[in-house]
Nanobody, 124 residues
Framework: QVQLAESGGGLVQPGGSLRLSCATS????????MGWFRQAPGKEREFVAG????????IYADSVKGRFTISRDNVKKTLYLQMNSLKPEDTAVYYC?????????????????WGQGTQVTVSS
């Protein structure tokens, strides 16, 4: 059974940092590109960052470029999102995501499997 389990969310002050983790199981992690999405209250879920299955390609939303870094550990089967210089507008539930099929090129539209999410709140 495919499982994506996010952790690391919490309350942080503006300008602070958090590192999200997504522990995975039930599939061959290193065969899939992976990503992070987020959903703020009253808004639709939006793409945040994606990382190719070989680790060689990345995509970031314009709103997080230069502040967030996506990475993966294929031995630990874990995806990460390092978030720096956090802003109140980064407040959202953050979801780990996997595409429906393995080995494809990184494609924002290809994601179809989601974790339960972890809450990130940026507030003073």
């Amino acid at each position: 059974q495919v499982q994506l389990a996010e952790s690391g969310g919490g309350l942080v002050q503006p300008g602070g940092s958090l590192r999200l983790s997504c522990a995975t199981s039930g599939f061959t992690f290193n065969f899939y590109y992976m990503g992070w999405f987020r959903q703020a209250p009253g808004k639709e879920r939006e793409f945040v960052a994606g990382l190719g299955w070989t680790g060689g390609s990345t995509i970031y939303a314009d709103s997080v470029k230069g502040r967030f870094t996506i990475s993966r550990d294929n031995v630990k089967k874990t995806l990460y999102l390092q978030m720096n210089s956090l802003k109140p507008e980064d407040t959202a539930v953050y979801y780990c995501a996997r595409p429906r099929s393995p080995r494809g090129a990184l494609d924002v539209a290809g994601f179809g499997v989601w974790g339960q999410g972890t809450q990130v709140t940026v507030s003073s």
